[in-house]
C-alpha cells in the first residue's frame, strides 16, 4: 500500500515529552518510517508553543523527507469536551482551538479528538454522564471548533476509544454526518474496534469519514477491555490484517496510517519501535 507509515511520538519519546521533536523524527526516519504523529500536550511540544518554534519543527521535518501529517494527544481524558461542567468544556473548546493552530503551522492536516466520555473505567472515581448528555455536550462543542478547523484546513479527527461513547461504526457515522462536510471526520484505531467488533466493519461503513489510521493491536479476552496487553504487539492479536488492509484499499484509502504501540509507557521503547517499523513495512509492501 502507497499510505504514509507514521509512527506516534509516545513509543520514542514517552508521555512526558522530553526527547524534542526534531530528535523523534531523527530516530523515526532512520528506522524506516516515513512521519511522526506528534503528541500534544507536554514537554517539547504543549500548548504555548510559538508559531515560530512549530515552524522550525516543520522545517527539520521537511530537510529529513519526513512528514507530519497527524497530531495526538492525551488531554481530552482530564479535559472532556463532553463535561457536564460548561467551563471544563470551555476549557477543552479552547485547547481544541490551539491545537488546531498548532497542527496547521507544522503541517499537520488531521488531530485526533476524543468527542467526549460516558465513563472512563480506569478512572473509578469519574462520574458515569449519561450517554445523551455526552452527546449533546460534545456536538456543540465540536459544531464551535467547525469554523477554527476551515480556516486552518486541518480536520477534526474523532476517535473511537474505550468511553462507552460512540462505540460502533453506525453511531460514529450518525454522529460525524450532523456536521455536514469535511471538516469533523473520523480517526480510526483498528486495535481500540477489537474490544467488542471488527474494524474492517468500521472501514466499509464509514468509507471516506476514515482521516487517519491508528495501527495497534489486542487480544480479546473473556469479553472484556482491561487494558492487559493492550498495545503491546502490531502482529499480536486480534486484528486480521487482510480483512482491514483490504478494507482501506476498497474504499480509496490515502490517509496516513500510523503506528501506536504503547506498552512501557510513560516511558519510551525504541527496540519496539525499530521492530514495528520493520513488521509494517512488510505488511504494507514497503519492504
Not at 75 to 100: G, H, I, M, Q
Not at 135 to 150: D, E, G
Not at 164 to 169: H, K, N, T, V, Y
Amino acid at each position: 500500500m502507497k499510505n504514509l507509515l507514521q509512527i506516534n511520538y509516545w513509543t520514542l519519546g514517552g508521555f512526558e515529552g522530553a526527547k524534542p521533536p526534531e530528535q523523534a523524527l531523527a530516530e523515526a526516519q532512520e528506522m524506516g518510517f516515513e512521519g511522526v504523529e506528534l503528541t500534544f500536550g507536554a514537554g517539547h511540544f504543549a500548548p504555548g508553543i510559538s508559531d515560530k518554534r512549530c515552524q522550525e519543527i516543520k522545517a527539520e521535518a521537511r530537510k529529513l523527507g519526513m512528514k507530519i501529517e497527524t497530531l495526538a494527544t492525551g488531554f481530552y481524558w482530564v479535559c472532556s469536551l463532553s463535561d457536564p461542567n460548561p467551563e471544563v468544556r470551555k476549557r477543552a473548546v479552547a485547547f481544541t482551538a490551539d491545537y488546531l493552530r498548532v497542527a496547521a503551522l507544522v503541517g499537520a492536516k488531521v488531530i485526533l479528538v476524543v468527542p467526549g466520555a460516558v465513563a472512563i473505567t480506569w478512572e473509578p472515581l469519574r462520574p458515569i454522564v449519561p450517554y445523551a448528555t455526552v452527546w449533546k455536550n460534545a456536538t456543540a462543542s465540536i459544531q464551535s471548533l467547525v469554523s477554527v478547523a476551515r480556516k486552518h484546513g486541518v480536520s477534526i479527527g474523532l476517535e473511537n476509544v474505550w468511553n462507552w461513547f460512540l462505540q460502533d461504526p453506525i453511531a460514529m457515522k450518525t454522529f460525524i454526518d450532523q456536521f455536514r462536510g469535511d471538516w469533523v471526520r473520523c480517526y480510526l484505531d483498528l486495535g481500540n474496534c477489537l474490544v467488542n467488533g471488527c474494524p474492517e466493519h468500521w472501514i466499509e461503513i464509514l468509507g471516506d469519514r476514515i482521516a487517519a489510521v491508528h495501527a495497534k493491536n489486542y487480544h480479546r479476552k473473556d469479553g472484556g477491555g482491561t487494558l492487559k496487553g493492550f498495545a503491546t504487539h502490531i502482529l499480536r492479536g486480534d486484528l486480521d490484517w487482510n480483512a482491514v488492509l483490504s478494507g482501506l484499499k476498497e474504499i480509496g484509502y490515502k490517509g496516513p496510517i500510523t503506528t501506536e504501540v504503547l506498552p512501557s509507557l510513560p516511558q519510551a521503547n525504541l527496540d519496539l519501535a525499530r521492530d514495528t517499523a520493520v513488521k509494517m513495512r512488510r505488511l504494507l509492501g514497503k519492504g
